[in-house]
């Protein structure tokens, strides 16, 4: 009997793992946090004015027409280029003739007041009080661009919440998609399934230059039914035609892969009897939860950095690798309608009748009586 | 079932209870932005609008004198809606185009599994334009997948070139025009579209091209002369409601199509209302159904 690791070893494995991931990875924000709190107020004026050149709604001004606190511009008085409040309002009753922009704050333009340029307020509102604003008059909530716009890229909680779903997603999709497979398909199901079994290496390799074949194979195609003109009209549905075949090809081969994983995972546990059918769609179901866990480990890493992105790698290249194979083995079976060896499966067979089915009471017309089974005539031993 | 099998179903079953929770929010990063320049010397204004999924929604400008608004507020994770003003040409673009960052998302205090798409107000950008009254304006919408309001009351429209994929639209020309519109395009995809009072819009010309969604024209306004009414409507439906005492002339090419128009009687080919000669105003009908219907109905 082989000997296996205990579990409370490889659970202290992954364990120690996951604390490794988690220290590395909180030391790692703790020095962020650092660095982040020494950022002076100049930086932080830096990073919000190049935001603001940088966002599609913002506006271009000089580092040097910010300054912090409240600003204004007094009646009479002019200021030549723009002008800028760090954290406060700022009120114009004079002229600016460049930007009056308030980051942090309101702009309000008084009675005698005018801005030639643009009046823009990050954060606040742009208010006419009877002044004139010769060019546009823009509130924003936040920066949408830059260094200070920090919560455009995804946070990890945001990036594992996506991973997560995104695999969810798929994973509800796909087991959809296989129910249907094991209910109306299970012929070509098993079929794709025997191929992959038969030859592995093979279905992958039909599967790879199958994959590569897709796009000249649609523009020959298309090149075709152009060639004899009246084709021309079919090519939209030749498009969509042949992007759904593939679609459902790719599909019903990662399916079919899945039904081998599965299965191979049940008698590797030694839960498959060797006299009872397979049960398609609990392999399926376990082949598809197989790779969708691959999935979920990595987008629940997301937040570990390199780590989740190695396991994310792993999963996509493990799922590519059965995508191929399970797309090479459908395209040599046609399908799932050509079984290994060129003959065509044969059709499936109702299963016997029960040995009490005879006793079923017969309609009373034009059926034929169902026969009881008779046992074999015993050996005539003298 | 064997022990083992049990054991791996709970996993998966467990895995899959754990995980749809923690999928469920997904991560929304709203901003919102509002513009608006007042109107100067500005003596006319081009809109283009480019916009993607959400709700949009054009009336006058509620403030006076603003040459335009524009509110918007839309989800920075999925889109990056821009606008800019060309002085020179007076012009003024705004483009919200959707992006698809995020095909899947699960909802169960809304029932189960989303699909993100085109469409899907819920996650769109909602914009808002209002727009000076009393200066010629020409409108050039190209909308997506989006609920979309235009109602056109106050306004001095020259142009209008509508162009929509899969939005559910409604045009309302509540007063008459101040202006002759030039020319008045409704291109629909496979969207609804219901425009009404459409007599107020003074255009001479009407083109219409309807695909799946149909379209719902109503021609009641205060509008005199002749009207030519060019529809072209393809796998859907169009129902044109007519007033009365406008006079109608129908030409309508069927290719597997179907008119129904029981107040019209066919006469060499073309289908006349009884008071064709008589009526002050008119409207002359071009009619192309392709699979398609075409519903006239006198109100």
């Known amino acids: 009997m082989p000997t296996r690791r205990p579990v409370y070893t490889r659970a202290a494995l992954l364990a120690t793992a996951l604390a490794v991931a988690a220290s590395v990875n909180g030391a790692a924000a703790q020095a962020k946090h650092s660095r982040a709190r020494a950022v002076s107020v100049s ?138 497979a094991a209910l109306f398909a299970r012929g070509n199901l098993e079929t794709i399934a025997e191929r992959i079994r038969d030859d592995f290496s093979r279905s992958f390799l039909y599967g790879v230059v199958g994959q590569i074949a897709l796009l000249p194979a649609l523009v020959v195609g298309i090149v075709a039914l152009c060639i004899t003109v009246i084709g021309i009209l079919l090519i939209p549905f030749a498009i969509v035609g042949f992007v759904l075949g593939g679609a459902g090809a790719l599909a019903l081969g990662f399916l079919a892969m899945s039904y081998v994983t599965g299965e191979a995972a049940m008698r590797w546990r030694g839960a498959v009897s060797a006299y009872a059918p397979p049960p398609v769609v609990q392999f399926l179901f376990i082949g598809l939860s197989l790779y969708f866990v691959l999935w979920m480990i990595g987008g629940l890493l997301s937040w570990a950095g390199w780590l989740g992105a190695v396991l994310r790698l792993i ?60 046992p074999p005539p015993r050996s005539i031993q003298h | 079932m064997s022990i083992y099998s049990r054991r791996l179903w709970l996993v998966v079953v467990a895995a899959t209870l754990v995980a749809v929770p923690a999928a469920t929010a997904h991560a929304q990063v709203w901003r919102t932005v509002t513009a608006s320049r007042q109107r100067a010397s500005a003596d006319s204004l081009r809109l283009r609008v480019y916009f993607g999924a959400g709700t949009f929604n054009l009336a006058a400008a509620t403030i006076e004198p603003l040459l335009y608004n524009v509110d918007m507020r839309y989800d920075a994770g999925r889109v990056r809606p821009m606008h800019r003003y060309d002085a020179a040409t ?47 304006l020409d409108l050039s919408l190209s909308l997506g997948a989006c609920d979309a309001t235009l109602d056109l009351a106050n306004l001095s429209v020259r142009r209008l070139h509508l162009e929509s994929g899969a939005s559910q639209t409604t045009v309302t020309f509540g007063t008459p025009n101040p202006v002759t519109m030039s020319s008045l395009d409704l291109d629909i995809g496979a969207a609804g579209l219901t425009v009404n009072s459409l007599g107020n819009a003074h255009a001479s010309t009407v083109n219409v091209s309807a695909g799946v969604g149909g379209a719902e024209l109503d021609l009641a306004g205060t509008w005199t002369g002749t009207m030519n009414l060019v529809v072209r409507a393809a796998l859907g439906g169009i129902t044109l409601h007519i007033p009365q005492d406008v006079g109608v002339e129908a030409r309508v090419a069927r290719t597997l199509g179907s008119l129904d128009a029981p107040d019209l009687t066919k006469r060499d080919g073309t289908y006349y209302s009884s008071n064709w000669s008589s009526a002050t105003r008119k409207v002359v009908i071009d009619a192309t159904a392709t699979l398609a219907g075409l519903e006239i109905t006198r109100d």
Request: net charge positive; no cysteine.
């Open chain 1, 43 to 180: 930086d932080s004026i830096a990073a919000a004015v190049d935001s603001l050149g940088r966002d599609p709604n913002g506006v271009v001004i000089e580092r040097s027409a910010v300054q912090q606190g409240p600003q204004t511009v007094a009646a009479g008085a002019t200021v030549n280029g723009s002008i800028a409040s760090w954290h406060g309002p700022l009120d114009v009753r004079g002229t600016v003739t460049g930007n009056a922009v308030a980051l942090g704050g309101d702009v309000v333009v008084h009675t005698g007041g005018t801005v030639r340029g643009d009046a823009v307020a990050l954060g606040g509102h742009v208010q006419l009080d009877g002044g004139t604003v010769q060019g546009e008059m823009r509130s924003l909530s936040a920066l949408t661009v830059g260094p200070l716009a920090r919560t455009i890229p995804r946070t990890p909680a945001q990036a594992t919440k996506r991973s997560l779903s995104l695999s969810v997603g798929w994973y509800l999709v796909l087991a959809v998609i296989g129910l249907f």
């Open chain 2, 90 to 136: 007076g012009t003024l673009t705004i483009r919200s185009d959707s992006a698809i960052g995020h095909p899947f998302s699960l909802d169960l205090k809304r029932g189960g599994l989303n699909f993100n798409g085109p469409g899907d107000d819920r996650n769109g950008t909602d914009l808002t334009v209002g727009l000076a009254r009393g200066i010629p």
């Open chain 1, 315 to 374: 999963a996509a290249m493990v799922t590519w690798v059965a995508v191929t194979v399970g797309f090479g083995a459908t395209l040599t079976s046609r399908g799932g309608t050509r079984a290994p060896g060129g003959r065509v499966p044969p059709p499936q067979v109702p299963p016997p009748a029960s040995d009490a089915s005879w006793q079923t009471p017969t309609p009373v017309s034009g059926v034929a009586a169902a026969r009881r089974p008779t």
